[in-house]
Nanobody, 126 residues
Framework: QVQLTESGGGLVQAGDSLRLSCVVTARSFISGNMGWFRQAPGKEREFVGRIKWSSGQAWYADFVKGRFTVSRDNAKNTVFLEMNNLKPEDTATYYC???????????????????WGRGTQVTVSS
């Protein structure tokens, strides 16, 4: 059984920063990759970034490179999404997800992730 709990969302102004957290609760050893996705109203869920639990290697969607950073604290079973220079188009519900199989192909697809949190809302005003 795996539970993911996001926090840290809120209402900010354009240019501000936010740090989202995702706490992983699991009965067994945590492995694989953790992803961050977002979904705006009326749009499909889209990949933001992911990180490998063991190495900390991270991958990003092109539209967030240089602004967002994914990191993890293995001791606290927590993954973070640091978001800088936020834009109104970043407004969405942000979700963390776990890919225990560590897919190397199509890892941007939500269906590759078995476990999901309930999401945290990020609203960026102009």
């Amino acid at each position: 059984q795996v539970q993911l709990t996001e926090s840290g969302g809120g209402l900010v102004q354009a240019g501000d920063s936010l740090r989202l957290s995702c706490v992983v609760t699991a009965r067994s050893f945590i492995s694989g990759n953790m992803g961050w996705f977002r979904q705006a109203p009326g749009k499909e869920r889209e990949f933001v970034g992911r990180i490998k639990w063991s190495s900390g290697q991270a991958w990003y969607a092109d539209f967030v490179k240089g602004r967002f950073t994914v990191s993890r604290d293995n001791a606290k079973n927590t993954v973070f999404l640091e978001m800088n220079n936020l834009k109104p188009e970043d407004t969405a519900t942000y979700y963390c997800a776990m890919d225990t199989a560590s897919h190397t192909v199509d890892y941007v697809r939500p269906e590759k992730y078995e476990y999901w949190g309930r999401g945290t809302q990020v609203t960026v005003s102009s």
